[in-house]
């Protein structure tokens, strides 16, 4: 047996249908970001820098490139005697017939795991939000309070409550309080108050309300939001909630990720990543072996992140371009992302796009840059990866292009706003 410390679970294997061809073949927190990063290395750095050692990573759909981007764990100094990244997939034995059924039978299914570690403390977090936090502030609290459990809460807009797991306060103070009330995605939420799915357990307690969520059977959905903590708020445990209040990205649907990454541009962005200290794996996809960024003469970067590998002879503008794209003279990117060794030929105009890897648009395209609708103004197009967008092609804002399309799949002329092309 080990000797207590805090151990952390991260949830990293779903799929979120919303980012739709974004995570065809990926699960969430393996989605690119930030031009060089993954979703996963923000709560990643987190734990880094929260001297928090003992990680697992609990990870179900298409995990191969989340698998590839962990590696060792040495980007986040995860190599030692006592610290390390584990890797816990889902499996069936003589004992159970299911692969994770939730959050919280993902756990379950690994409790000899977290019983072998002997944590102090068990830190449940969620794999695909962007944010910076010092975790050991919030497990002081959950300390000084006797908590059985505390949850992390973030203030949001009122009218995007219903969408969350709210949470009210009783006798509040600054750094967080006793949760009245915890309601997971209201219709008619009591607070705007929304849960960040960073959860500190008492392990022993931990145990017993994952074994009870198990009695439920099938009557439980077998998630944290939904029966777990209902159930410790009714069984009267000490539930207290802690709130942050720094930057939280959410990133579930297209909008709120295209968002985010705008969120790291400007003279002085939401989002510093630097400041913040973002690690990721340098080794994946040789990043760390690109030539430096190339501007050539004709070429235009304006409030754009571009890294190393980039060649840009085009014009762009409000973008972030991922190591190996190309922007040709005569192109032109605005207010797009644009994935791994995306190229983008000469005369073509991408605009509100964002682009997973290993796509080449046409001479001439146009893509999200031409609509006679005011209707879809703001829809942002999303191209799957391994596709090339034929020359001259005028397609939509709004549109959904799946991966790996042949040829005769394309229209000969014109995708119109809000199609999806498969």
Known sequence: MLKPSTLAMILAGGRVDELGVLTHYRPKSAVPFGGFARVIDFPLTNLMQS????????????SYSLINHIGT???????????????????????NPHWYRGSADAVYQNLDFIRYHNPSEVLVLSGDHIYNMDYRDMIKYHNETNADLTAAFVEVEPAKAHRFGIGEFNDQDAIGGRL????????KPKSNMASLTILCFRPEVLYDML?????????GSFEFGRDIIPMMMQEKFHVYGY????????????????????????????????????RTNLEHRDIRDCQPLKVGSTGTLD???????????????????????????????????????????QGACLGKIVSDVNTTFGSGAMVGCDT???????????????????????????????????????????LADGENLQ
Request: net charge negative.
């Open 372 to 414: 006679s609708s005011d209707s879809t103004q703001e829809a942002i197009t999303v191209v799957g990866w391994n596709n090339t967008v034929p020359d001259n092609i005028h397609i939509g804002k709004g549109c959904t292009i799946h991966p790996h399309l042949k040829q005769d799949s394309w229209p000969s002329e014109k």
């Open 211 to 219: 074994l009870a969520n198990q009695e439920q059977g099938d009557h």
């Open 303 to 345: 409030n754009t992140l571009a890294y190393n590998g980039c060649v840009i002879d085009g014009t762009v503008r409000n973008s972030i371009l991922f190591p190996g794209v190309r922007v040709e003279k005569g192109a032109e990117v605005h207010d797009s992302v644009l994935f791994f060794n995306n190229t983008v030929k």
């Open 51 to 62: 001297s928090i050692e003992r990680i697992a990573i609990l990870s179900q759909y298409r």
């Open 180 to 187: 009245q009330s915890y309601e997971e995605k209201p219709d």
């Open 243 to 278: 709130k942050f209040n720094g930057y939280w990205g959410y990133t579930r649907t297209v909008q709120e990720y295209w968002q985010t990454c705008m969120d790291l541009l400007g003279s002085n962005p939401k989002i510093d990543m630097e400041k913040w200290g973002l």
């Open 73 to 95: 764990g040495a980007a986040w100094d995860m190599i030692g005697r006592h610290r390390g990244i584990s890797i816990l997939p889902p499996f069936k034995d003589y004992e």
